[in-house]
């Protein structure tokens, strides 16, 4: 996708867990890749039909402000993505560990977690948006939502990823397991960039083993709505520390800082979210 267009309109297979995140480093971590089908995925991420234009700010809302409209519309969306083939290999994108979107990959996956998740769940919205043009992605506060939406209990879809059918699947731990507020207070806190994406990487790393199942592989953790929902709350945390810290970025140059396979997005690309054409309410 074309980020001057966005602004427009705005096991046998070895697996890495979130839990051995916040439990081990991970050695070699480079060389880790989920097998691909026969597709190859830079062909499929660089071949994605054009949007429908969308001329004003995408407006992401709390889930819990959502109407049951909007709620059913997001799930026919979702469900629409996936029966069209697209979701299930932009799922595998996340496999493949040769992104270097997570600090499992050292210094330059820690500066990258925040900017490549950015585009991650852009380009997710933007292919929600050109079946149902007034879906914006929604993020689930669970410091203050400290459950599992009870919209999406039960929409539990299933995907061919990496050549196998995935079915979502959960097993939540106790609402009192989730992240606290102090806990992001401690992450907001923090003056260097380098410092917050570490910590809020580690809280975001919680969230996805405190969901389990499904949400607790990284090569998987996709294909649950409840990512996406996840991911647009750390996103918005991020926003907003980007507004009290003006100037701190990721230190990433050259090759680093391209958000591939999206060759077109550069890290710099990511410092607006308006200028990406969304905001958070």
Same mark, same amino acid.
Not at 31 to 47: A, E, L, S, Y
Not at 184 to 200: H, K
């Given at each position: *996708? ?6 427009? =309109?705005? =096991?046998? !297979? ?5 839990? /051995? ?8 971590? !480079? !060389?880790?890749? /989920?097998? *691909? ?11 994605? +039909?054009?949007?429908?234009? =969308? ?33 299930? &290999? ?10 270097? /979107? ?12 925040? +900017? ?62 989730? +992240?606290?507020? &102090?806990?992001?207070?401690?992450? *907001? ?25 499904? /949400? ?5 953790? &996709?294909? @649950? ?9 750390? @996103? ?7 507004? @009290? ?37």
């Amino acid at each position: *996708m074309d980020k001057d267009k966005v602004r427009i =309109h705005r =096991h046998e !297979n070895e697996t890495k867990s979130f839990g /051995m995140l916040l439990k081990q480093k991970v050695e070699n971590i !480079n !060389n880790f890749k /989920m097998p *691909m089908p026969f597709w190859d995925h830079q062909f499929f991420i660089h071949h994605l +039909p054009k949007p429908i234009p =969308h001329p004003k700010l995408c407006i992401r809302k709390n889930q819990a402000d959502m109407t049951t409209e909007e709620k059913e519309t997001f799930k026919c969306a979702y469900s629409t993505v996936i029966s069209a083939g697209f979701l299930g &290999p932009y799922v595998a994108i996340h496999s493949d560990m040769s992104h270097r /979107m997570h600090s499992m990959s050292g210094p330059v996956g820690r500066e990258r977690f925040l +900017p490549w998740h950015r585009v991650y769940l852009l380009e997710l919205e933007i292919k929600l948006m050109a079946y149902h043009p007034s879906i914006c992605l929604p993020y689930w506060d669970w410091v203050n939502e400290r459950e599992i939406p009870e919209w999406l209990e039960n929409f539990k879809p299933t995907m061919i990823v990496n050549g196998n059918p995935v079915t979502v699947v959960r097993n939540p731990g106790s609402p009192a397991s989730l +992240p606290h507020q &102090p806990d992001v207070d401690a992450a *907001m806190s923090q003056t260097t960039y380098t410092n917050f994406t570490q910590d809020l990487e580690g809280i975001h790393n919680g969230v996805h083993v405190w969901v389990g199942g499904t /949400m607790s592989f990284i090569a998987t953790a &996709p294909a @649950d709505p409840i990512f996406w929902l996840h991911h647009a709350n750390i @996103d918005r945390i991020w926003d907003m520390w980007q507004g @009290d810290n003006l100037g701190e970025n990721p230190t990433l140059a050259g090759s680093d800082a391209t958000m591939d396979p999206w060759m077109s997005f550069d890290e710099i690309d990511t410092r607006s979210i308006s200028g990406l054409g969304y905001v958070y309410a």
